[in-house]
């Protein structure tokens, strides 16, 4: 049975009061009757919200993992507002890099990709790189990556899960130990359709996981 990663982006929402009421909800993932121990469930909160989710998920003993959004691409120093890795790994496992809005808003090019890419590895924090087709370079030391075609965010329109799977085994093909996942309008109803494809390794939800009852089904489901 392959592992499948489930990865929760919560983006630029919610405030301390919003988070503790998903996470009351959210806690009832422990009721899921299914084995979770080949589904390694993530969640990406904001920085404000990092420590609140460790301290909920421990207390709670619920087994979910945590990542950020972003890093710095510095490492500590005088960078007003910036948040670095060495901050981050006390928190997270994983962290986000090169999503599609933060190239686009942030103008985040290939290199402060890679000094990101660089960063979480030197800290311990694995990237799930985030490209939006085949033909991308992913930096060395990247062992998941995230496919997310930018015409699928946020649209409701999700890739077709063919060409989702396409992609996935032509990134796979340049190395075999790439984990592979889609993201773009998952939800509960259309994740199977991506996770029970041989070449997809899981999935990267946004919109449908503020929803915290529609993420464990999500979970369920994939
Ligand atoms: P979406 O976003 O699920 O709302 O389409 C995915 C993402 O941007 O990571």
Known sequence: MKKVFIVANIKSYETENEAKKWLDVFKNVKNLNDDLSQKEIIICPPFTLLELFKEYLQKNGIRVFLGAQDLSQFDQGAYTGEINARQI????????????????NFNETKNVLLNKVKLALAYGIKPIYIIQNDTEEIPEGVEIIAYEPVFAIGSGKPDNPENA???ASSVKSKN??????????????????????SYINGVLVGGASLDPEEFINIIKNA
């Open 165 to 167: 799977e396409k992609v």
């Open 176 to 197: 075999n130990g790439y984990n592979i996942l889609y993201g773009g309008s998952v939800n509960s109803t259309n994740v199977q359709s991506f996770t029970k494809k």
């Open 89 to 104: 790994r006390d928190f997270a496992k994983y962290v986000l890099i090169g999503h599609s809005e933060r190239r686009k």
